[in-house]
């Protein structure tokens, strides 16, 4: 059985999306197909058919949430000791040595990751390339554009 590595917020807004899926959406879905059931012919019920597959999508994003937080590593830095050690959760300040350029990443786990929000995957070339660094390191991580050199700057368990 492999174990998802996910943070305690992650987690939480797999359960809010799980309960919004079977106690909002489900009953929605199944009043849309008795409504189109209503309309006749089956076979040509084009609303019928499309409530039908939103029903599939529906059940398998139910099925895939709860398969991953059954089998969820939960990991909450906040209850952790800051030893400065980039690990999977923290929040991590770094500069790009080329550029000057600042920038913040919070490492969670693949369904969480949102690069907008600054949130990146633990899979991803960057936080693969920090994991185990300490502050005031430097890491060489491997991009689409090169080896680009990373100074540590700041570790938070947050």
């Given at each position: 059985m492999?174990?998802?590595?996910?943070?305690?917020?992650?987690a939480e807004?797999?359960?809010?999306?799980?309960?919004?899926?079977?106690?909002?959406?489900?009953?929605?879905?199944i009043a849309s197909i008795a409504e189109a059931r209503e309309h006749g012919d089956l076979?040509?019920?084009?609303?019928?058919?499309?409530?039908r597959e939103q029903q599939s999508f529906c059940e398998g994003?139910?099925?895939?949430?709860e398969a991953k937080l059954s089998n969820a590593q939960i990991i909450?830095?906040?209850?952790?000791e800051n030893t400065g050690k980039i690990i999977f959760g923290t929040t991590v300040t770094i500069l790009n040595c080329d550029t000057?350029?600042?920038i913040t990443y919070r490492i969670v786990g693949?369904?969480?990751a949102d690069i907008k929000n600054k949130l990146i995957s633990v899979n991803s070339p960057i936080a693969r390339g920090l994991i185990g660094k300490m502050v005031d390191d430097v890491a060489n991580i491997q991009t689409p554009a090169g080896v680009i050199e990373f100074e540590i700057?700041?570790?938070q368990y947050i």
């Open positions: 492999t174990q998802y590595p996910m943070t305690a917020q992650g807004m797999l359960r809010v999306e799980l309960n919004e899926l079977k106690s909002v959406r489900r009953p929605q879905i076979k040509e019920n084009a609303e019928y058919h499309a409530a994003r139910i099925q895939d949430i909450d830095v906040t209850k952790m000057d350029e600042e693949d369904d969480e700057i700041d570790v």
